[in-house]
């Protein structure tokens, strides 16, 4: 909630310093949680297997840009659809549900976002219809915002740098993403 000047209040403040940690499925597999910013929507991804982490990457194309209005997008990417599962345990379809309203923000590319809040949630591609590239600010990580116990970042670049209007704001961050590996 915030207060009549539009700050977080006190007692948001409290909550963000301890969001909750990635959950639990009936069997005790863990998973992190997603969830908007009122909470209307909400779902979970599993860990990859034998060890090995899922992916994350920055994005600079100019859909992203124009959707999200940011000119550099974290994004859980890649991640299988058979990864992620609603709080009921039910498989990811891509169709909205809870309060998820979806649009094509370019040719073959369907987004998801939430309706009552207007957080990004997904973003889908004909190209690779069998992955979904989960919104990273929605994620909950036990481990933080990076929550790197389940993603491992690409630190070579940021993709789709032509589409970049901010070349020297890509420069910056393409010159310290390194340091996501020791963060």
Known sequence: MEDAE???SKDT????????EAGTNDTGEEMIEAKCHCEQVRFFIKPAENGKKLQAAL????SCRLSLGQSIVPWAANVPREKIVWPDGSAF???PRQSVKVFKSSEGVQRGF??????????????EPETVDVAFGILRGKDGSLAKSFFEWRTKKVEFLDDALDQDLLTLVNSNLSGLEDA
């Open 6 to 8: 539009g700050s977080p």
């Open 13 to 20: 403040k409290k909550e963000l310093k301890q969001l909750p």
């Open 59 to 62: 994005c600079a194309c100019r």
């Open 93 to 95: 379809d891509g169709n």
């Open 114 to 127: 939430c309706s009552t809040c207007g957080a990004s949630t997904w973003f889908i591609s004909a190209k």
